[in-house]
């Protein structure tokens, strides 16, 4: 069983930056899919990025367009996203997820994944 704990959601202005971190106990091994998921208010759950915990490979949805970056540090146990250049339509839920058998295309584009965190808010606001 793997647990998933966000954190470093806040508020922040137009512009601005923040670096979200998700913790994850559990035996994960070195071809998990780790990725960040969003959800605005009164919208679909959608994925940001993806990254293999062995390789480092990323996977970036369209919308990130170069703003985001995904990284995982195996000695830790612990997934990133640092985003840039916030805009208020970043607003939302951002929620961890891992998956141990899909890739990571898969998980994002599908929202597929067997392990999920509880979520932290960001909320971009002048």
């Known amino acids: 069983q793997v647990q998933l704990v966000e954190s470093g959601g806040g508020s922040v202005q137009p512009g601005g930056s923040l670096r979200l971190s998700c913790a994850a106990s559990g035996y994960i091994h070195n071809t998990y899919c780790m990725a960040w998921f969003r959800q605005a208010p009164g919208k679909e759950r959608e994925g940001v990025a993806g990254?293999?915990?062995?390789?480092?490979?990323?996977y970036y949805t369209g919308f990130v367009k170069g703003r985001f970056t995904i990284s995982y540090d195996n000695a830790k146990n612990m997934l990133y996203l640092q985003m840039n250049s916030l805009e208020p339509e970043d607003t939302a839920m951002y929620y961890c997820?891992?998956?141990?058998?899909?890739?990571?295309?898969?998980?994002?584009?599908?929202?597929?994944?067997?392990?999920w965190g509880q979520g932290t808010l960001v909320t971009v606001s002048a």
């Open positions: 997820a891992a998956d141990p058998n899909r890739s990571c295309p898969i998980v994002v584009v599908t929202g597929h994944s067997d392990y």
């Open positions: 990254i293999y915990t062995g390789s480092g490979s990323p």
